[in-house]
């Protein structure tokens, strides 16, 4: 043990290694902030969280199997060799936990009227079907909740496998790996990088098609895409790696630098043609109507309806506002009883009016 324990001291890595790790750390802090701040998720794409957090879970467990054997040393060095020694583990440990936090951000703030369909009712009128919410959950919010879960399961299943081989297949030589671990190591690895090859193609797409920044942010990535380089040296740099290890970080940096300009040219087209990053108008609309019209495209109410819902609501208080002042009780009709067709001509109206509350 105490020839195989013994402490490398590598200056200009562990440097390397500790502006990454308070690096990666800001470079995230604008997408989390972001997506609190604006309380929407919009823009995201599911498949790359999922995607995502998969290819960094593995090439996590992967470094922690290819140094394993530095970890064991932790038992006969000291604190400050320990960390020097395992601060390869931590960093990339870090940029699992950031990513995997975007993802619960995900799915804490994601779009409400985005959630659950809707229903387009005919209003048996002029005005435009209005917009009714359904309790069936919307199909990208159904899949988002799956490949939550998918993730959840993804890193249960591959950290009990690792302990599990890490924990009873010994190698005869404690220098070297057993080849069980060495195939497990490079499942992993090759895995990783699979994933994130894929990971930022669904982005891409949805991105492309939505022709809006959205939730994205663009400070992360002006921080992240060239600190991919750094990440590749500071991991290939750490003893008992392999290119299995750091091929990961290479190749997210590569589609992660494309998402950056696609993003930069929408931003650009946005500020063109007047709108934000969600696609709302920059310039407020400012009215006094109590009806609500929210933002986006595929939620709220339409602005012709809402004017509708607002005159009626007034129409129906001044009515009720009237019948106050002359003392009708809540069971006098709104209008007196003069005859039988007026009777029924009454009674039709109020049904009218009944059915007309319901539709809303």
Request: hydrophobic letters at 45%; charged letters at 15%; glycine letters at 6%.
């Amino acid at each position: 043990m105490s020839e195989t324990c013994v402490p490398h001291h590598d200056y200009a890595a562990n440097l390397l290694t500790g502006f990454l790790c308070i690096g990666i750390t800001i470079s995230y802090l604008p997408q989390h902030l972001r997506i609190i701040l604006t309380k929407s998720s919009e823009g995201f794409s599911p498949w790359f969280l999922l995607l995502g957090s998969t290819s960094s879970a593995s090439a996590m467990l992967n470094i922690i199997v290819m140094q394993w054997g530095i970890v064991k040393c932790c038992r006969v060095l000291s604190f400050g060799n320990c960390v020097e020694s395992v601060a390869g583990i931590f960093q990339v440990f870090l940029t699992w936990f950031l990513f995997v936090l975007i993802l619960v951000l995900y799915m804490i703030y994601y779009p409400r009227h985005l959630k659950y369909a809707e229903l387009d009712v005919d209003m048996h009128d002029n005005r435009p079907p209005h917009h009714i919410k359904t309790p069936v959950p919307n199909d990208e919010w159904r899949l988002s909740i799956i490949l939550s879960w998918v993730v959840f399961l993804h890193i249960l299943f591959i950290t009990f496998v690792t302990f599990l081989l890490l924990s009873t297949k010994p190698s005869p030589d404690p220098s070297r790996r057993s080849t069980q671990i060495s195939l497990w190591a490079t499942f992993l690895g090759v895995t990783s990088a699979a994933l994130a090859t894929l990971q930022y193609l669904p982005q891409l797409t949805k991105t492309y098609r939505l022709k809006l920044v959205g939730a994205l942010s663009i400070k992360s990535m002006l921080m992240q895409s060239p600190g991919a380089v750094l990440m590749v040296l500071s991991v290939a740099l750490r003893p008992d790696t392999n290119w299995t290890t750091w091929l990961v970080y290479a190749v997210a940096g590569i589609l992660q630098g494309a998402l950056l300009i696609m993003c930069i040219c929408w931003r650009v087209r946005q500020r063109r043609l007047g709108i934000d990053d969600f696609g709302n108008p920059l310039a407020s609309l400012d009215t006094d109507s109590p009806a609500d019209v929210t933002r986006g495209p595929d939620g709220g109410m339409p602005l012709e309806v809402a004017v509708d819902v607002a005159v009626e609501a007034d129409l129906r208080d001044d009515l009720v506002e009237a019948v106050a002042v002359e003392g009708a009780s809540e069971m006098t009709p709104l209008l007196a009883r003069k005859s039988q067709s007026e009777g029924e001509e009454e009674q039709s109206g109020s049904r009218w009016f009944e059915w007309l509350r319901r539709t809303r």
